[in-house]
Structures are given as C-alpha cells and as structure tokens.
C-alpha cells in the first residue's frame, strides 16, 4: 500500500486566533442592552460573561457566540426580574427593557453583582440537555418551557421574551440579539454594505480590533511550505460565518467574511475553508436546516477533507452531503482506497473532534481507511476536560500540537 494522503484540519477560533473579537462583541451586546436597562456605564462591564465563563460555554459544546450572547442576556435578565417581583412578564424584548429601566428609575439603591448571576449552572444545564444536532439556543428554549421540570429562567418563562432571544439565533432579520452582535462584530460600516440595510448603532469592527494570530510568522510559513511541496494538504473548517463557496459567482445579503478576516489575521487567506457560510448555501440551496451538516455532523468534516486537495470548495459541500446522505463516494476519495488517509485536527472544542471522527469511520466503512489524529488545544481547565473525553492528545497551545504532529519540536520547520 501506498503511503496515505495528509490532510491538516485547522479549527479557526483557539486554534488559529485568539477570538479577543467575538468575546468582546458578546459583552459589548449585553452591556448595550444593561445600558438599555438603566444600568451605570461601569455596571455593564461587570456583569458580562468573563473569560472563565466563555471556556465553560465551549466546554459544554456551546461554541457560537449566536447563542452565548442571548444565553448570557437571559441569564441576566431573569435574575433582574426575580429581584423585581412587580414587574408582570414582557410582551417583547423591548418592552421588558423599558419596564426595567423604569423600575430601576424608582429604585436607585438596586445592585446586582457578577456573583449573583447563575452562569455556570445554567451553562452545565443546557450543555448537559442539549440534543445531537439540537442549536443550543432551542435547547435553552426547551428547557426554559413552563411544563418543564425545574425551567431555565423562570421569571422568563412564558412571555414572548424567550422566542425572540432562542428561537432564531441563526436569522438575523428575525433574531435583535445576533443582528446587534453583527454590529459589534463586523462594524456598522461592514454590516452595512453585507448586510444591506443602515446600521442600527455605530461600533468598530471588534474582529477587526482583538483578534490575534496564534502562531508565529514561521510556523505559519512553515505550514504553507508544507502545503507546497505536498508533505500534506490544509483545509480551515470552522464555525466562524463566512462568504459562499469560493466559485459562487454571486454575493449574497447575509453571508459575512469573518472566516476570511480570520485566515487573513493568521496569514492563511488562500488555503480552502470550509465555514459557515460555505455550507449555510448549501443548506438554502436543499432546502434544508443548517444543523444537519455544521460539526458535530460529518457533513462539515468530509467537505474540509475534500476542499483540502480538491480546493474547490463548492464541489466540497455539495460531494459531502451527497456522501453522508446518500453513500455517494466522491471520485476524488475513491481513488484512496489503495493509500487511506492521515487526518489530522486541530481543535479547541470537542463537537469538531466527534465530527471528524464520524467522518474518518465513515470513510473506512466503504473502503478507504482513515488514521486520525485528534489534536486538542486549549490551556482552559474545563475545554481540557471535555477534550479528554474525544482524545488524550491535548496541548496548551496550537505551536505545540503542531510540533507533536511532526514529532520532534521545530522538526515541520522547512530545511
């Protein structure tokens, strides 16, 4: 047999870069809405999610800041109205925004600290609920039902509140909290012209402003020689929203380069990326909902692995739900049942492991036989632990996985 293909699948956020963006842009939308609520401009700050808090999210497989923003905003706001028991359950968002800076216009002496805020159990309780495939804001939904034992936010529970913060996380036109993160994210300017309809606040890109590349210049460049001379092939598979696949001609109201932003901070623009966006087409092109091919799904997993030798991303997504639905084998992939493939992921959370690994199982079921090694990567006690639970290889930061990955430290740096 001959030697097997290598394919590097690099996760973005914790992998790549440090997403600084994101988490800035998570409280930036809570503290617009506490300032909403009347509270004093430092009070927003300290209420928001810390760094803590965020590693606890994506140790539960909540991995999107679309669901940790409206998440931490119920968090808050159901704590507000148990200290506010006059306050009758809201008809919208908005109207339970006002009621709460009314309230709190009569009751100066009011405090709420960081410590009041039950973060961690409602964390653990979603993560622990949360369905295979299931959006973790719908989980939340579910869970925050009035005929639910032991309901999430019940001083919540059954206003309209609730729908507009869970129920369309990943529609912007419908959901207020993902529109103004956009805003925070990208800036108004650029969710302006992607976006196509005026800025509903002003803000800087905070992507723009906090993320930070995770690797050095070199061992960037010593990927990309890699790449070049064929010891093996890279694909980025995230989460992150992007732009359609690369060959779609059109540009489309909603699609969002944050991926590409990404790749360009860690100097990686022109290797294929397999993000949000690329498979979010797909999903509208079928008919059918986004969760069935985002990781955990091997949907996303299998279009990475092709993109990464194929680079064309749009033959990637459309092969690779053809091959989980279907058992439709890619022609580029059956040509590797004489050779097989090494792949290897690099990831700070655990759905991106299992989808890989659902990927390579699958592979070898119909005859080409994949090795994976799953590298994690996180410094973070708790992304540590439920790491553990998908593989024992496990780094404090991307450098060294990728120097574990080619053996002796420095060892993939080029002659």
């Known amino acids: 047999m001959s030697q097997p293909v290598r394919v590097f699948l690099l996760d973005i956020d914790g992998v790549l870069v440090q997403p600084g963006g994101y988490r800035a842009a998570v409280r930036a939308t809570l503290g617009h809405y506490l300032q909403q609520m009347g509270f004093s401009d430092h009070q927003p700050a300290s209420l928001a999610p810390d760094e803590d808090v ?9 991995t999107s800041e679309w669901d940790m923003a409206p998440i931490s905003l119920a968090v808050v706001l159901d704590e507000i109205l148990a200290r506010l028991p006059d306050l009758r359950p809201a008809s919208s968002l908005n109207q339970v925004l006002m009621d709460v ?73 419908r959901s207020p909290v993902t529109r103004l993160f956009q805003h925070f994210t990208l800036g108004s300017r650029a969710f302006q012209l992607f976006y196509r309809r005026p800025p509903e606040i002003e803000s800087p890109s905070l992507i723009g402003m906090y993320d930070k590349p995770l690797l050095a210049p070199e061992q ?40 590409e932003t990404a790749l360009e901070i860690a100097g990686l623009s022109l290797i294929p990326l397999i993000g949000y966006g690329r498979l979010d087409y797909l999903a509208r092109a079928n008919g059918e909902n986004i969760s069935q091919y985002l990781k955990p799904s091997p949907v996303q997993a299998i279009a990475a692995i092709l993109a990464s030798f194929t680079h064309n991303e749009l033959d990637a997504v459309i092969q690779a739900r053809e091959f989980v639905f279907d058992r439709l084998l890619p022609a580029g992939l059956s040509t590797l049942s004489g050779s097989g493939l090494e792949v290897h992921v690099f990831e700070d959370s655990r759905g991106g492991i299992e989808a890989a690994q659902d990927a390579a199982r699958l592979l070898t079921e119909v005859g080409v036989p994949v090795e994976l090694f799953a590298w994690g990567i996180s410094a973070d006690s708790h992304k540590r632990r439920a790491l553990e639970q998908v593989t024992q290889r496990i780094f404090a930061s991307t450098s060294e996985a990728i120097q574990a990955a080619f053996g002796a430290p420095g060892s993939f740096l080029p002659d």
Not at 54 to 62: G, P
Not at 139 to 162: E, I, K, Y
Not at 163 to 172: C, I, M, N, V, Y
């Open 101 to 173: 800076n009314a309230a709190l216009q009569d009751q100066p002496e009011f405090r709420l600290e960081f410590s009041d805020l039950p973060y961690t159990t409602v964390i653990d309780r979603i993560g622990a609920n949360c369905q295979p495939g299931e959006v973790p804001s719908l989980a939340a939904m579910r869970l925050a039902d009035h005929t639910a034992p032991g309901r999430l936010f019940p001083h919540l529970s059954g206003s309209a509140v609730l729908g507009e913060l869970f129920s369309a996380t990943r529609d912007w036109q």
């Open 54 to 62: 965020m590693a606890r999210y994506e140790a539960n497989r909540i």
């Open 220 to 259: 960037t460049q010593a990927l990309l020689h890699g790449q070049a001379t064929g010891q093996f092939h890279l694909a980025a598979y995230t989460l992150r929203s992007s732009l359609p696949p690369r060959e779609f001609p059109e540009s489309l109201v909603g699609f969002s380069p944050e991926a």
